[in-house]
């Protein structure tokens, strides 16, 4: 079974930093594209970074300065490294991993950013 598990969501003053993880079960982390999407309140869900199984990485134009993804084959855990947040970064943020004839997705982990 297919299991993803984010951790690291808080809530965090702005221009502060904070990491997220998603421990993923198995093989899947091996044969699977993952990426970090995020879901706002009242907004669609929308892709932050995602990297492919050949480690190459695509942004959001939004985050590519502030925000980091990275696979960690040898644990199959996937970060994101984020720095100096901004409140209409408060949103849950969901890890994704989506194989050929596959698509999961975890529980997500909420980020809330205010003074």
């Known amino acids: 079974q297919v299991q993803l598990v984010e951790s690291g969501g808080d809530l965090v003053r702005p221009g502060g930093s904070l990491r997220l993880s998603c421990a993923a079960s198995?093989?899947?982390?091996?044969?699977?594209?993952m990426g970090w999407y995020r879901q706002a309140p009242g907004k669609e869900r929308e892709l932050l970074a995602r990297?492919?199984?050949?480690?190459?990485?695509n942004y959001a134009d939004s985050i590519k300065d502030r925000f980091t993804i990275f696979r960690d084959f040898a644990k199959n855990t996937l970060y994101l490294y984020m720095t100096n947040v901004k409140p209409e970064d408060t949103a849950i943020y969901y890890c994704?991993?989506?194989?050929?004839?596959?698509?999961?997705w975890g529980q997500g982990t909420r980020v809330t950013v205010s003074s």
């Open positions: 198995g093989s899947i982390f091996t044969i699977a594209a």
């Open positions: 994704n991993s989506d194989p050929p004839l596959g698509n999961y």
């Open positions: 990297v492919d199984v050949n480690r190459v990485i």
